[in-house]
C-alpha cells in the first residue's frame, strides 16, 4: 500500500489550519488517515510547526513518500536531517551517539536562526508601526496648521468686518458732528421798503342840520296853513 505524508486542511474559510499526516496515496486528501504526525500554522509569521520527528523519520524510512509541501515542512524541522544521519548509523559511518549530537548541533543553529529570523520580524514590525505612527502624527500636525490657519483666516476677516463697520460708524458719526456743528444758511433778509406814512385825510365835517327851533318862522306859517 502505497504511503503519503501530507497536509489534511482544517481550521475555517480565510484561516487555514492543517495537519500533516500519513495516510493512503489513494484516499481523499481530507479523508481516513493513518497516523496524526503533527500541526502546521501558516497563519502566524513564522509559521507554527509541531511535529513528530521521529515518527515522521520512522515513515520515512518504511518508504512513505512525502507532498512537496510536506517535504519542505519536514526539512525545516530536521527529519530529513535525522534520516540522512539515521542512514549513516544504519551504514556503520556513524555511532547512534554521534547521530544525536550532530542532530543536536544543528537543531540549536536552526533555533538560532529562527530566533534571529524573529527578532528581525519583531524589529521591522516595530519599525513599521514606528512609520505608521509618525506619518499619523504628520497627517494630524498638517490638519492641525490647516485648522489653525483657517481659523486664522475667519478671525481676521471677522476683524476687518468690524474695523470696516467701526470706520464705518466713525465716519457717520463724524458726518452728523459735523452737520450739527455747521450753522443753516441764513436767508438773506428781504430790504424793507420805507412805507411813507400817508396824511390821514380829515375826515368831512358832518353837515349841520338847522334845528327846528332855527327854522324860518315861514315854513311854520306855511304848515299851520296847510294844516
Do not use: C
Amino acid at each position: 500500500m502505497p504511503v503519503k505524508i501530507r497536509l489534511q486542511r482544517h481550521g475555517k474559510k480565510g484561516k487555514p489550519f492543517y495537519w500533516i499526516v500519513a495516510a493512503d496515496a489513494r484516499a481523499p486528501r481530507d479523508g481516513k488517515y493513518l497516523e496524526k504526525l503533527g500541526t502546521y500554522n501558516p497563519n502566524s509569521n513564522p509559521a507554527e510547526i509541531n511535529l513528530d520527528i521521529d515518527g515522521s523519520v520512522t515513515w520515512l524510512q518504511n518508504g512513505a513518500q512525502p507532498t512537496d509541501t510536506a517535504r519542505a515542512i519536514l526539512s525545516y524541522k530536521g527529519v530529513m536531517m535525522k534520516k540522512h544521519l539515521m542512514g549513516g548509523v544504519a551504514k556503520g559511518a556513524l555511532t547512534q551517539e554521534q547521530a544525536e549530537e550532530k542532530f543536536q548541533a544543528w537543531l540549536e543553529e536552526k533555533a538560532g536562526r529562527v530566533s534571529a529570523k524573529k527578532e528581525g520580524l519583531s524589529k521591522a514590525d516595530a519599525k513599521a508601526k514606528a512609520d505608521a505612527l509618525a506619518a499619523e502624527k504628520a497627517v494630524n500636525e498638517k490638519r492641525m496648521a490647516a485648522a489653525a490657519e483657517a481659523e486664522a483666516d475667519a478671525a481676521a476677516e471677522e476683524v476687518t468686518e468690524e474695523a470696516a463697520e467701526e470706520t464705518q460708524e466713525a465716519t457717520a458719526e463724524a458726518t452728523e458732528t459735523v452737520v450739527e456743528e455747521t450753522p443753516a444758511a441764513e436767508e438773506p433778509k428781504a430790504e424793507e421798503t420805507p412805507v411813507e406814512e400817508a396824511p390821514a385825510e380829515e375826515a368831512p365835517k358832518a353837515e349841520e342840520t338847522p334845528k327846528a327851533e332855527d327854522a324860518p318862522a315861514e315854513d311854520a306859517e306855511e304848515e299851520k296853513k296847510e294844516a
